[in-house]
Every structure is written in C-alpha cells, then in structure tokens.
C-alpha cells in the first residue's frame, strides 16, 4: 500500500524559512519521480515541485530561486527547502508521486504570518 507521511511545518514569519520532510512506502521509491503539492483554501491543489527518478528539477513559476526540491533515496525521503517564505504561500503541503498516485498523505500546514 503506498504511503506518504509529510511533516515540517509550521507557523513562520514572511521571509522566513522551513523545509519539509516526507517519507514514503509502497513505492520502489528510487524509480519513482516524486512532487510536493499544495492546497491552499479555496484553492485547486498545484504541483508546486517535481524531481524525477534521476534527480531533474522543476518548479511552479511562483516558488523558482526560493525552494529547493530534493531527495534521498537511501531513506526513501523527499524534501521542500523553502526560503524567503511569503503569505502566499500558506497551505497545506502533500508529497505524493509525480504524476500522483491515488493515495494521499495528511499533509502538513505551512502558514506564513506576521
């Protein structure tokens, strides 16, 4: 069954920083491209970064030079680094597989506020 457990968020001051962590079974995870999303309220959820099998990038116009996809596959983990955090990126952040599978995680709240 495939799995996705996302964690690292949090309450942050505009300018500030997070990095979220997910972790992920049921999936041979080295083979898989691998995306964080997110859902803000009232809002379709996005595709906010991808990273591929072997480790290629990509990113949603609103986030390019302030987050930083990565992963371990040591650990079967991907990672969001995001800097420079704004309000508009308040949400809630799902990892799931890139093009997603049908299971999805809780997610995790990542709010940006003064």
């Known amino acids: 069954q495939v799995q996705f457990v996302e964690s690292g968020g949090g309450l942050v001051q505009p300018g500030g920083s997070l990095r979220l962590s997910c972790a992920a079974s049921?999936?041979?995870?080295?083979?898989?491209?691998m995306g964080w999303y997110r859902q803000a309220p009232g809002k379709r959820r996005e595709l906010v970064a991808g990273?591929?099998?072997?480790?290629?990038?990509n990113y949603v116009d609103s986030v390019k030079g302030r987050f930083t996809i990565f992963r371990d596959n040591t650990k079967n983990t991907v990672y969001l680094q995001m800097n420079s955090l704004k309000p508009e990126d308040t949400a809630v952040y799902y990892c799931?597989?890139?093009?997603?599978?049908?299971?999805w995680g809780q997610g995790t709240q990542v709010t940006v506020s003064s």
């Open positions: 799931n597989s890139d093009p997603p599978a049908r299971s």
């Open positions: 049921g999936v041979i995870f080295s083979f898989v491209g």
């Open positions: 990273i591929s099998s072997v480790g290629s990038t």
